[in-house]
Structure formats: structure tokens, C-alpha cells
């Protein structure tokens, strides 16, 4: 199936509210787990002053994860919609939970042009994560220019995403496996992002021809793509 891109930014007002009041908390939990086991096999060590970006962060799903697992360390939730960030910076606001959340902040960026100054950072990130962001980029080599603008060397990567099935069927299979029963918008979307997604031999050949090293493409179950790496 060939690749149908959506828009980039989850800007609809309901769309945004249906995205974040939809229950992720298996799969957000997992990507964290597989976050931690990543960090302890690369024997980083994670201190007040490191740096975690989390792309794409939407309404901070898995960003007040992070932020609640290593509350010593700043994280950085970015995203282009304000409708998404507006929600996330209202959770963060009212979590019973505030104080382990004092790294944590949002700020609004193009993914596709982002650099260290613009967004007014201090400092490259130790660790850049994104879930269920890549399938929304338009132009894979811009998103890996906007990596190396924020990385410095050794910055982790762990991206989790969708991979695209093998046709449209394929796609409404896995709809009716994983997200039987939910809203029609939601569904909607889920059968979109994976028409939007790429499959590992895009990837590994964008990476290939932008001359990177040290990563990994991993399919996992029968849905997702890590993308794995040290810069
Ligand atoms: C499907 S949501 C995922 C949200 C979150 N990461 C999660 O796991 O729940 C994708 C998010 O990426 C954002 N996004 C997509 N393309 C972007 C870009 N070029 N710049 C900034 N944000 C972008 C969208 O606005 C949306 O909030």
C-alpha cells in the first residue's frame, strides 16, 4: 500500500479532545518500560541536568510519564498544536502528583525545523523520544535534521511508532483488533495513521542515505516500529 500522508498537527478541537480523553495508559506504559530498559542498557545515567525531549508530545501522554519516573532530570514535551499543549500543560497543572513533576515543561515547535536556539534550550538533549509522532512527518529528512539540532553525541534515541500494514484491509484488521469499540473519530484517525505510516525499509533506507549509524528498526507486534539509536 502506498503511503496516504494526513496532516502534520492534530489541531481539530475535537479530534485533540477525543485523543486525549481515549485510554493509552497500556501502550504508554509499555513505550516508558522499554524507555527505562534502553537508558539502563546504554548505562547512561541520568542526573539533574539531563535533558529528555519527548516529540511530538500531544496532551503529554507519555511526556508526565517520564517526567513522574525521573522527576531530578528537565523534560520537554514539544508539539506544534496549542489546542494539544493547552491540555497538557492543564494536566501537568492538576496532577495530585505536582511535585514530582517540577522538570517537566511544554513548548510550542515545528518538528520539521527545530533547532536549539529557536526553541530557546539551554542545553542538547541526553535522550529524545517520540510515540506515535513519525507518521505524521511529511518529510522524514527534515524530522532527522530537527534530531541532530537538538542532539549532541551520545543523545539516546527511542522513537515508537505505527507501521504501515500491507493494504487497507490489512489496516481495518488491526482497527478491529486493538481499537474495536471507540469513538468513530478515533477509529478514523487510527486507520489514517497507519495508511500514514511508514514500514521499516523506508525508514532504514532514509536513515542509510542520511548516512547514520548506530540505530536499529525493529518491528514489534503487529503494529509498531522502534527506531533505536545513539547518536
Ligand atoms: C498522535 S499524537 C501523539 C501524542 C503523544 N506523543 C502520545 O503518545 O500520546 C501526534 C502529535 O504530534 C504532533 N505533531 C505532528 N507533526 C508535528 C510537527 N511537525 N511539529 C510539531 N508537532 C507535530 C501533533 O500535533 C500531535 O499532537
Same mark, same amino acid.
Given at each position: 500500500m502506498l503511503r496516504i500522508t494526513e496532516p502534520e498537527l492534530m489541531t481539530e478541537l475535537e479530534q485533540v479532545n477525543i485523543y486525549a480523553e481515549t485510554d493509552f495508559s497500556d501502550s504508554d506504559g509499555k513505550m516508558v518500560s522499554r524507555l527505562v530498559e534502553l537508558i539502563n542498557e546504554s548505562k547512561k545515567n541520568l542526573q539533574r541536568e539531563s535533558l529528555l525531549i519527548d516529540l511530538g508530545c500531544g496532551p503529554g501522554n507519555i511526556t508526565q510519564r517520564l517526567a513522574s519516573h525521573w522527576p531530578e532530570i528537565n523534560v520537554v514535551g514539544i508539539d506544534g498544536s496549542i489546542e494539544m499543549l493547552r491540555i497538557a500543560r492543564q494536566r501537568q497543572f492538576s496532577s495530585k502528583n505536582k511535585s514530582s513533576l517540577r522538570g517537566l515543561s511544554y513548548k510550542e515547535g515545528n518538528i520539521s525545523s527545530l533547532s536549539k536556539t529557536r526553541l530557546n534550550l539551554s542545553k542538547f538533549a541526553d535522550v529524545v523520544v517520540s510515540n506515535s509522532f513519525i507518521h505524521h512527518v511529511h518529510d522524514f529528512n527534515f524530522f532527522l535534521k530537527s534530531l541532530k539540532a537538538i542532539s549532541k553525541k551520545g543523545t539516546l534515541y527511542f522513537?515508537?511508532?505505527?507501521?504501515?500494514?500491507?493494504?487497507?484491509? &490489512? !489496516?481495518?484488521?488491526? &482497527?478491529?483488533?486493538?481499537?474495536?469499540?471507540?469513538?468513530?473519530?478515533?477509529?478514523?484517525?487510527?486507520? !489514517?495513521?497507519?495508511? !500514514?505510516?511508514?514500514?521499516?525499509?523506508?525508514?532504514?533506507?532514509?536513515?542509510?542515505?542520511?548516512?547514520?549509524?548506530?540505530?536499529?528498526?525493529?518491528?514489534?507486534?503487529?503494529?509498531?516500529?522502534?527506531?533505536?539509536?545513539?547518536n
Open positions: 522513537h515508537r511508532d505505527l507501521r504501515r500494514p500491507l493494504s487497507s484491509n &490489512q !489496516a481495518l484488521d488491526l &482497527q478491529k483488533k486493538h481499537l474495536p469499540n471507540a469513538h468513530p473519530i478515533m477509529i478514523r484517525d487510527f486507520i !489514517a495513521s497507519l495508511k !500514514a505510516a511508514f514500514t521499516r525499509d523506508e525508514v532504514v533506507n532514509y536513515l542509510e542515505k542520511s548516512s547514520w549509524q548506530n540505530y536499529k528498526v525493529i518491528e514489534v507486534e503487529d503494529r509498531y516500529l522502534d527506531i533505536i539509536g545513539i
